[in-house]
Nanobody, 125 residues
Framework: QVQLVESGGGLVQPGGSLRLSCAASGLFLDYYRIAWFRQAPGKEREGVSCIDPSSSGDTYYADSVKGRFTISRDSAKNTVSLQMISLKTEDTAVYYC?????????????????WGQGTQVTVSA
């Protein structure tokens, strides 16, 4: 059974940093596309970033986070992390990691099969 668990969320001031982690059991993340999505109150879930299987390791970012967020993989720990710097109030959302096959548009949530429960990120002064 696949299980994804996000951690690392919290409250941070604008301009601050957080590092989110997605830990997996039941599958080896190296073989899959892993994405981070977020959903703010009253808004649709949106793709934030994605990393393709280790065979390519291609990464993708939403325009709104390019240059501020970095996705990476730790194969030994079977985790995928999202380093977030220069956080803005508009980054406030519940952040989810998801796993799926490495084809199709990375930012479409329906392309992903398994999801974590989410971790809250709040950026506020």
């Amino acid at each position: 059974q696949v299980q994804l668990v996000e951690s690392g969320g919290g409250l941070v001031q604008p301009g601050g940093s957080l590092r989110l982690s997605c830990a997996a059991s039941g599958l080896f993340l190296d073989y899959y596309r892993i994405a981070w999505f977020r959903q703010a109150p009253g808004k649709e879930r949106e793709g934030v970033s994605c990393i393709d299987p280790s065979s390519s390791g291609d990464t993708y970012y939403a325009d709104s986070v390019k240059g501020r967020f970095t996705i990476s993989r730790d194969s030994a720990k079977n985790t995928v992390s999202l380093q977030m710097i220069s956080l803005k109030t508009e980054d406030t959302a519940v952040y989810y990691c998801a796993v799926g096959p490495a084809y199709g548009f990375w930012s479409l949530s329906r392309n992903y099969e398994d999801w974590g429960q989410g971790t809250q990120v709040t950026v506020s002064a």
